[in-house]
């Protein structure tokens, strides 16, 4: 999966394959019954701002304060556009095992938060549309840090 993420991710691998780049990838998502996700989020300049694979992953706090994408959420999963902020937790803690079975607990925030929140969630058989106000889909609270 983490494979996937990587290829996805280099433009020209990208091309040469048609993939869809993407950040997370769920187990679930290639046909696999295992509570695992793999999470690659690139920062500014080839920066890695988070790279794992997560094992039995579980969020054991979260903040109050919310946050969503400007743009909106994308899905491998989801061949279109469903537009409406998913609302989340600004900052998540996490406990999960890594793939060589060392139990971890990070603290995640923004773009990484979400991202992890998003493939937990596919765990759970949760997609991201099940989050966004199916009557005012760009409706969010004014605290809320709106990522760009």
Same mark, same amino acid.
């Given at each position: 999966?983490m ?5 996805s ?7 040469k394959?048609?993939?869809r @780049? *993407?950040? *997370?990838?769920?187990? @679930?998502?290639?046909?696999q019954?295992?509570?695992?996700a793999?999470v690659? =989020? ?5 920066e890695?701002?988070?790279?794992e694979v997560l094992?039995?992953p579980?969020i054991?706090s ?11 959420e994308g %899905?491998?999963?989801v $061949?279109? $556009?469903?537009?409406g +902020?998913?609302v989340?937790? $600004?900052?998540? &803690?996490i406990? +999960?095992?890594?793939?060589a *079975?060392e139990?971890k ?6 773009? @990484?938060a979400? =991202? %992890?929140?998003?493939? !937990?969630d596919?765990?759970n058989? =949760?997609? #991201? +549309?099940?989050?966004i106000?199916?009557?005012?889909p #760009? &409706? !969010?609270? @004014? $605290?809320?840090?709106? !990522?760009?």
């Open positions: 999966m494979a996937y993420l990587v290829i991710q280099d433009e020209e691998q990208n091309e394959y048609h993939l @780049p *993407g950040v *997370g990838l769920a187990a @679930p998502q290639v046909g019954s295992k509570a695992m793999a690659l =989020v690139p920062g500014d300049d080839n890695i701002l988070f790279k094992i039995n579980r054991i979260n903040s109050v304060q919310h946050a969503a994408l400007a743009e909106g %899905c491998l999963s $061949d279109k $556009d469903v537009p +902020y998913v989340r937790a $600004d900052r998540i &803690t406990s +999960y095992q890594n793939e *079975g139990h607990k990070i603290r995640l925030k923004n773009y @990484p979400i =991202v %992890c929140q998003h493939e !937990i596919h765990l058989g =949760v997609l #991201f +549309y099940d989050h106000n199916k009557e005012h #760009f &409706t !969010i609270d @004014p $605290d809320a840090v709106i !990522i760009k």
